[in-house]
């Protein structure tokens, strides 16, 4: 099943603005990465996420894939798809984190971890 949330553009005198959700259950935060710094290889059992990348330098390993995503590209990472976060450039890189589901910091799978954490 998608759960992926819909994506709306909106037109206005001004500029425009983008909705990522309407009226869903969610929790939103700012990842900032440091410099040479990489998160847990992880996945999680009760929520999908949708990344915006902020800043160059992002490095993301979604599933078996190794990407490199632009300012502004968005990332849905589905339930249970291992991912890993990472600030491959000379500055740090922030992602604007959207979490759909139970929203637990207890409910991450760590597979790897260079600080030495793991488990759930």
């Given at each position: 099943?998608?759960?992926?949330?819909?994506?709306?553009?909106?037109?206005?005198?001004?500029?425009?603005?983008e909705?990522?959700?309407?009226?869903?259950?969610?929790?939103?935060?700012?990842?900032?990465?440091?410099?040479?710094?990489?998160?847990?290889?992880?996945?999680?059992?009760?929520?999908?996420?949708?990344?915006?990348?902020?800043?160059?330098?992002?490095?993301?390993?979604?599933?078996?894939?190794?990407?490199?995503?632009?300012?502004?590209?968005k990332?849905?990472?589905?339930?249970?798809?291992?991912h890993?976060?990472?600030?491959?450039?000379?500055?740090?890189?922030?992602?604007?984190?959207?979490?759909?589901?139970?929203?637990?910091?207890?409910?991450?799978?760590?597979?790897?971890?260079?600080?030495?954490?793991?488990?759930?």
């Open positions: 099943m998608d759960h992926r949330p819909p994506s709306v553009k909106v037109d206005k005198p001004w500029g425009r603005f909705q990522y959700t309407h009226n869903l259950p969610c929790t939103v935060k700012i990842i900032t990465v440091a410099p040479g710094g990489t998160l847990s290889r992880q996945y999680h059992h009760q929520r999908d996420e949708l990344w915006v990348v902020l800043d160059p330098g992002a490095k993301v390993e979604l599933g078996e894939n190794v990407l490199y995503p632009e300012q502004e590209e990332l849905f990472i589905p339930r249970e798809t291992v890993r976060l990472s600030a491959d450039g000379d500055g740090p890189v922030r992602v604007l984190e959207i979490s759909f589901g139970e929203f637990d910091e207890e409910d991450i799978v760590r597979l790897e971890d260079v600080y030495g954490r793991t488990g759930p």
